[in-house]
């Protein structure tokens, strides 16, 4: 029986325990820059925007004077393209999960479909905008209106609710399947209380995320055409329209000639974030709620 070097035993510890220190020490760094930048960034943003930021900039209208310009326009036009967005992502990527996990037979159509999903999901944005103008705003004759705009970012972040849906979906317990089978009831009636309730939580998180990033994307807008201009506040979905984003992206651009828009944005940035954090922590309520439940 040979016995190994107690010395190297050692040594190789050694050496072991100094790369875990290591790296540790590495990824504590990593985290703390990021944390770093981030606050940098937001107390940059919130400075700027002391003394801007007031009831009158969010209930005024767009205004080509920095100080009494507000952003009650698009405020309501984010409200009316989460209001399509929100809905179609939501049914379409559920039934698309259904149908793959609990329905589609395994096959290489089946397989192609989920790659295609999945590679959908790191497609740039810009792509998808000008899918947006080729197929809603120029085929179909919509034009720059709420309805493309919603359209148009429904498609950018189905793949990421179909993809949260389909996981959620598999990794309902097979057992839970069986004792709804075992009692008599259907394929659908056991998807529909027994494996959507249990599944319900994973796909609340991936409306969270599809949301979240719909509301802060600014180039599917530009390429559909969506202007930052003078424009009625939208009272429905076939309006014209304009969103926090764009607004953010054409003061920041502005602010080469007047620095005052560059304030402007910067509360525009609080704001969109204020909506962000709401959003989710409304989200989070309710996927925490259906966690109790189920």
């Not at 016995?3 to 050496?15: F, G, H, I, P, W």
């Not at 985290?31 to 937001?42: D, E, K, Q, T």
């Not at 080509?64 to 507000?70: K, L, R, V």
């Not at 764009?246 to 005052?260: A, G, L, P, R």
Request: glycine share 8%; net charge positive; aromatic share 10%.
């Amino acid at each position: 029986m040979q016995y190994m070097d107690l010395d190297a035993v050692q040594s190789r510890m050694t050496k072991r325990i100094f790369f875990n220190r290591l790296s540790k020490m590495l990824f504590l760094a990593s985290a703390f820059f990021g944390l770093i930048v981030l606050a940098v960034l937001l107390y940059d943003v919130v400075s700027d925007s002391i003394g801007w930021l007031s009831i009158d900039f969010l209930t005024s209208l767009l205004s080509t004077n920095p100080d009494i310009a507000g952003i009650r326009g698009a405020i309501l036009g984010t409200v009316w393209l989460m209001v399509i967005v929100g809905p179609v992502t939501m049914i379409l990527g559920v039934c698309t999960a259904i149908y793959l996990e609990e329905y589609a037979r395994p096959s290489k159509f089946t397989t192609f479909i989920q790659t295609n999903i999945s590679n959908l999901a790191g497609v740039p944005s810009i792509v998808f905008g000008l899918l947006g103008l080729t197929v809603f705003v120029r085929l179909f004759g919509l034009g720059s209106i709420v309805l493309a705009g919603g359209l148009t970012m429904s498609l950018l972040v189905l793949p990421i609710v179909v993809v949260a849906s389909q996981e959620s979906i598999r990794a309902v317990p097979a057992h839970l399947r069986e004792a709804s089978f075992g009692m008599g009831a259907t394929k659908w009636q056991t998807i529909k209380n027994v494996v959507l309730p249990v599944a319900l939580p994973g796909i609340f998180t991936g409306m969270i995320l599809a949301i979240s990033r719909a509301i802060g994307e600014t180039a599917p807008l530009v390429a559909i055409g969506i202007p930052a201009l003078i424009i009625p506040a939208p009272s429905g979905i076939f309006d014209r329209f304009t969103a926090l984003p764009m607004q953010i992206y054409y003061w920041t651009i502005d602010s080469v000639m007047v620095q005052e828009y560059a304030y402007l944005a910067a509360a525009t940035i609080v704001v969109l974030l204020l909506i962000l954090f709401t959003l989710n922590s409304i989200a989070i309520l309710i996927r925490n709620k259906f966690d109790r439940r189920y």
